[in-house]
T-cell receptor, first 109, second 113 residues
Framework: GIQVEQSPPDLILQEGANSTLRCNFS?????LQWFHQNPWGQLINLFY???GTKQNGRLSATTVATERYSLLYISSSQTTDSGVYFC???????????FGTGTRLQVFP | NAGVTQTPKFQVLKTGQSMTLQCAQD?????MSWYRQDPGMGLRLIHY???????DQGEVPNGYNVSRSTTEDFPLRLLSAAPSQTSVYFC????????????FGSGTRLTVV
């Protein structure tokens, strides 16, 4: 079955809006991470969030490991937030980091 | 501190040709990995390495070989290129494979005609 699933696949926002991206992951995936791929293709590690909540500026992430999901919140979105957001986690007892298919975010001024 | 360096940035191959994608990191990371990214499919793991001399297969290893003779370098070899290998390839490194600290290279866009 699908090990890491993201929703929605696409999201279009106007600058200043808030958004929530969701990641569901199977029992065999742990140590969730969130990445951002900018429109030029560069991938940046945003959060390592195996459980609990973390915040970094306008972005925050929450993982509820017992219910196998993680949420990425973007507040007061800016055009520079555009790109694709991926969640990923290693398969249990391995070093294989498996990615979801991503949420493509477009923020318009 | 250059991070993860991938070369070349762009490459066009003819079907059946071979080539090596280079990846080097200067952060003394033990873990290195190769991904391919195709439209609508996210990143899929090709091969990975947890240290010099140790490599293992990922989700889509067929048609690719790797070796890890030093901590710094992790080249990816295409033995006989096929159009299905047209993709963007990313190399990544981290202190370990299971936790925080991933750094990605800027990618190699490969087209096989």
């Amino acid at each position: 079955g699908i090990q890491v699933e993201q929703s929605p696949p696409d999201l279009i926002l106007q600058e200043g809006a808030n958004s929530t991206l969701r990641c569901n992951f199977s029992d065999s995936v742990n140590n969730l991470q969130w990445f951002h791929q900018n429109p030029w293709g560069q991938l940046i590690n945003l959060f390592y969030i195996p459980s609990g909540t973390k915040q970094n500026g306008r972005l925050s992430a929450t993982t509820v490991a017992t219910e196998r999901y993680s949420l990425l919140y973007i507040s007061s979105s800016q055009t520079t937030d555009s790109g694709v957001y991926f969640c990923a986690g290693p398969l249990e007892d391995t070093d294989k980091l498996i990615f979801g298919t991503g949420t493509r975010l477009q923020v318009f001024p | 501190n250059a991070g993860v360096t991938q070369t070349p940035k762009f490459q066009v191959l003819k079907t059946g040709q071979s080539m090596t994608l280079q990846c080097a990191q200067d952060m003394n990371h033990e873990y290195m990995s190769w991904y391919r990214q195709d439209p609508g499919m996210g990143l899929r793991l090709i091969h990975y390495s947890v240290g010099a001399g140790i490599t293992d297969q990922g989700e889509v290893p067929n048609g690719y070989n790797v070796s890890r003779s030093t901590t710094e370098d992790f080249p990816l070899r295409l033995l006989s290129a096929a159009p299905s290998q047209t993709s963007v390839y990313f190399c990544a490194s981290s202190p370990t494979g299971r936790n925080y600290g991933y750094t990605f290279g800027s990618g190699t866009r490969l087209t096989v005609v």
